[in-house]
Each structure stands twice: as C-alpha cells, then as structure tokens.
C-alpha cells in the first residue's frame, strides 16, 4: 500500500511513520509534505497513492483546502489535535479522523476500517468495472539538461537501476532517469504490458527480440535496444514470466 502523508510537524511525522512500520510493515510512505503548495505539486507528478494520511492543519492553510484543490481520488484519514474538526471531516471522503497525539491502536483501527472497506467494494464491483478503476502511468515527466519533457509510456522499451539510479530507455535507444525506483513503478504501469524479469530490468513485451534457455528454469532475454549483457529472468520469477508472456498476467 502507497500512503502520501501530509503533515506540518516533523515530530508527528516522525511518530506516524514509526508507528506505520509497526502496525503495517508492508506500507510506503510514498511521499510526505508540509502543505499544501508541496501536496500539490506531488500529486500533479506521481500516480495517486492508495491513502492520504491528512493533517487538517498544515503550513499554509487546511486539509480541507487541499482536498477542494486536489480533488485526490483517494481514501483519507484526517489527523488532527482539535477533535471540533472530526464532524467536518466525515463529511469528506475521509473514513476515519485520528486525534493526536496518535495512538498504535487507533492507527491499526483505521487501517483495519480501510481495508475492510475495499474487501466489500470488491466483491460487489462487477470485474470489468474493477479492472477500469485502476489508473495505469500514461506519461513520465523526464530532465535532461536543463530541458523538461513528456515521454510517454509508449516509447519506453524498458526500464533499469543502475548505481542505485533508475533510467527509461526508449525505442530509439535514449535513456531519460526517472523519479521512481523498479519496485514503485511495478504499480504505476500495466502488466499486459510490463513485466519485472529480475532486480535490474522491468521491460515492455515489445521490447523483447529474442529469448533462450539459459538453466532449466531460466531464461535469457535478448532486448531491442541491446543491452551489453542480455538480462536474465530470474529463477523466483520465472514461471510467472512465461505466463505473462502466454498472456495470464496477474
């Protein structure tokens, strides 16, 4: 589960994160801010997170200005040390409000509600209106130089982390860094599309040329544009490779 946090006080986001890490270990922060001009800019460039951990008083205004500006298409649970502001909140899209100082089990609580929440809407959403709620990357925004551009999905032919770096290398075999580590955009793009063959590389189907047996199991996959080493799949994810190239991608 991604979580962007908004929240002002750097003590209180040090204690929501220690507090995370502990009642749900698998969760990132994927992103933190302390208002709502840093919220913003965040949510302009990056997919939206599956929870905002919204502090209702931020550095230069309120949480309910951000929700107005941001419209985030997201769950939100409020945080606040004045409990006047709960009844105002629940009438957001919040599903709970957190006094602070916050407490591991409200916390677990919350998380807990939210999770039972998305349980239910599963199970009555028909499969061809869950399959369209998820909101795959388009487009990146790319630096190079002083230059800013777009790069659309599309035109990537795979990405790879390099020197603890992460690049997009496209068709025409130019590599652009990107602001996201493999892990991260494993949910950003479609996996009809995408895949993760090992730690270095997740590539675009087309952008496969050629493949061969390398063990009993794994596979050597040889890319367009050409990389110096073809890369290998490795063994944990090799029976899931050769589903998704038979088109059963989960």
């Given at each position: 589960m991604n979580i962007f946090v908004a929240e002002d006080e750097m003590p209180a986001f040090k204690r929501l994160s220690k507090?995370?890490?502990?009642?749900?270990?698998?969760?990132?922060?994927a992103g933190h801010a302390d208002s709502i001009a840093q919220a913003k800019e965040w949510f302009e460039t990056h997919p939206r997170p599956d929870l905002l951990l919204l502090d209702i008083h931020l550095?230069?205004?309120?949480g309910f200005d951000l929700l107005r500006e941001i419209k985030p298409d997201c769950p939100v649970i409020f945080i606040t040390a004045y409990n006047e502001y709960a009844f105002d909140a629940f009438k957001t899209v919040s599903i709970d409000c957190l006094l602070k100082p916050l407490k591991k089990e409200e916390l677990a609580a919350a998380l807990g509600?939210?999770?039972?929440?998305?349980?239910?809407?599963?199970r009555t959403l028909p499969q061809e209106t869950q399959t369209l709620a998820q909101d795959y990357k388009k487009r990146f925004l790319v630096r190079f130089g002083e230059h800013i551009k777009t790069l659309s999905v599309t035109d990537i032919a795979y990405f790879y982390s390099e020197n603890k770096a992460t690049f997009a290398r496209t068709y025409e075999a130019r590599n652009y860094p990107i602001d996201h580590n493999l892990d991260?955009?494993?949910?950003?793009?479609?996996?009809?599309?995408?895949f993760r063959i090992n730690r270095q590389y997740l590539i675009n189907m087309n952008a496969i040329e050629e493949m061969r047996s390398y063990t009993k199991a794994r596979v050597i996959v040889k890319l367009k544009p050409a990389v110096k080493e073809p890369p290998v799949v490795s063994s944990e994810r090799a029976a899931d490779f050769k589903d998704w190239l038979a088109g059963e991608y989960k």
């Open positions: 507090l995370l890490a502990e009642v749900a270990p698998t969760a990132v922060i550095a230069d205004g309120s509600k939210l999770k039972q929440f998305q349980s239910i809407l599963t991260a955009l494993e949910r950003m793009l479609d996996p009809q599309d995408f």
